[in-house]
């Protein structure tokens, strides 16, 4: 593997209620967060390639690390399988490294893997990257999977890691749920309506 890898955290929520509302099933978002050194970190490099293989390495390993994480509460909602519905990306490097690191990773190879481990995924992965000290948070973006217009799956994850990213590392992270917001009702494409043609609709 090319990635130096200092530690990996998962963080795993399940949504039971919102406004005194049972939520059925529950909501449940799973992130996995790898911490890793920055190879360019304090220096211009004009070939990125080592960080964009290091995105491919990463898009399976924290895509798998957080499908599991999603059923790790407790069994699966009603017994049943976890299916996927959103997905989302994001990364934060150190003060000594470049938004356009997090990029390198998040972009050209990240999603293809994290599209296998889940068997599909038609649309864009939302992303977010920053550059941040130890702690920062990263609000990770999700969206439906396979039909980017699904208004009710337009949601985010806050995650951190309060040891990184230090100077010259970065923190990658991958988010996946099982379901959109709690109590969706502000109109647009539903779930029961997508064709996955397009990755749109």
Excluded: C, W
């Amino acid at each position: 593997m090319k990635a130096k890898i200092r530690k990996i955290m998962t963080v795993v929520d399940e949504v039971l209620t919102e406004q005194d509302r049972q939520v059925t099933p529950p909501i449940r978002r799973a992130a996995a967060i790898a911490v890793i050194a920055n190879p360019f970190a304090g220096r211009y490099q004009e070939d990125l390639t080592e960080l964009i293989d290091i995105g491919e390495e990463l898009g399976q390993l924290l895509a798998e690390r957080a499908v599991a994480a999603l059923g790790s509460i407790g069994g699966t909602p009603n017994g049943n399988e976890i299916h996927v519905e959103s997905y989302g990306k994001a990364a934060a490097v150190g003060e000594n490294g470049e938004l356009e690191h997090a990029a390198a990773i998040l972009h050209p190879k990240l999603g293809a893997p994290f599209r296998k481990v889940l068997g599909r995924g038609a649309a864009l992965i939302p992303s977010s990257k920053k550059r941040g000290g130890m702690g920062v948070v990263l609000d990770i973006p999700l969206g439906h999977k396979d039909a980017a217009f699904v208004r009710s799956h337009f949601d985010g994850m806050e995650v951190r890691v309060t040891d990184a990213p230090r100077a010259n590392e970065i923190v990658v992270a991958v988010a996946v749920t099982t379901g959109g917001r709690p109590l969706p009702r502000v109109g647009g494409l539903q779930v029961s309506e997508i064709k996955g043609e397009d990755g749109l609709r």
